[in-house]
């Protein structure tokens, strides 16, 4: 089984039908659908748009909600959100939502996720969108919350081999990261970075594979897929990354 924890769907860039092709043509299973709200030159996607998608496709496409976590109301309309979609957890995207992890604004919504027991996916690294600011970007803000929340999960999206990344995962119990883009790209190069970065996190389960694939480019699949099989790793652990980490998470 592979389960991607890293796609976007959205309305205006491509098709849900092209999206499952591209998951049949790379086997995968079950993709974990995260809207950006608000999208900008990202797409148009929010969580009635991601909702809809899942109820549709509940075997194959399972979602995250997304809200604006410093805005006024935001944990109800999460809340509100998780109760009507089932959603599995929240994404967050700093540089486009424009705010920073450590605005104490955003503990309601990080308390409902405690509250409902769902993981939070953060947006870290690079972020080639015009405005965003990549200061907000800094993942070493997840150590802190991870300290300061110890009931709450949280997902660094894009982890990176080269920075702090696995520390943070190696240090706190309930950080986990994602393969999506960054490390893939560094496996590809250099094959030695996978058991490498796994060695540094000090656990093999709290590796996420995903790819970042969307309607309009479905060859991410593979990219991210292909450095993970041909890890010089045994099959348990790969099969950790690519479904038993993100069924524990996802509760299926």
């Given at each position: 089984m592979i389960i991607d924890f890293h796609v976007h769907i959205r309305k205006d860039k491509g098709t849900v039908d092209n999206f499952l092709r591209g998951m049949d043509e790379n086997n995968i299973d079950i993709s974990v659908v995260h809207p950006i709200v608000p999208g900008g030159t990202l797409g148009l996607s929010d969580n009635e748009f991601v909702g809809q998608l899942c109820k549709e496709h509940p075997d194959r496409l399972m979602g995250f909600a997304c809200v604006v976590p410093t805005e006024l109301g935001a944990a109800d309309e999460l809340r509100a959100a998780l109760d009507k979609y089932g959603f599995k957890g929240l994404k967050l995207h700093p540089p486009i939502q424009n705010f920073s992890m450590a605005d104490p604004r955003i503990a309601p919504c990080i308390e409902v996720c405690i509250e409902y027991d769902v993981p939070i996916l953060i947006h870290t690294g690079g972020i080639y969108t015009q405005g965003a600011r990549m200061a907000l970007s800094d993942s070493s803000i997840i150590d802190d919350l991870a300290i300061r929340y110890p009931k709450c999960k949280f997902i660094i999206a894009h982890g990176n081999p080269f920075t702090w990344d696995p520390v943070i995962v190696a240090k706190n119990p309930n950080v986990y990261m994602d393969t999506c883009g960054t490390m893939a790209r560094w496996?590809?190069?250099?094959?030695?970075?996978?058991?490498?970065?796994?060695?540094?996190?000090?656990?093999?389960?709290?590796?996420?594979?995903?790819?970042?694939?969307?309607?309009?480019?479905?060859?991410?699949?593979?990219?991210?897929?292909?450095?993970?099989?041909?890890?010089?790793?045994?099959?348990?652990?790969?099969?950790?990354?690519?479904?038993e980490t993100a069924k524990k998470l996802l509760k299926i």
């Open positions: 496996m590809t190069l250099f094959p030695q970075i996978g058991p490498a970065t796994l060695a540094q996190m000090r656990t093999n389960d709290r590796l996420l594979y995903g790819s970042d694939a969307n309607a309009l480019n479905t060859a991410r699949f593979k990219e991210n897929l292909q450095p993970i099989l041909d890890m010089d790793v045994s099959d348990e652990i790969k099969n950790k990354i690519l479904c």
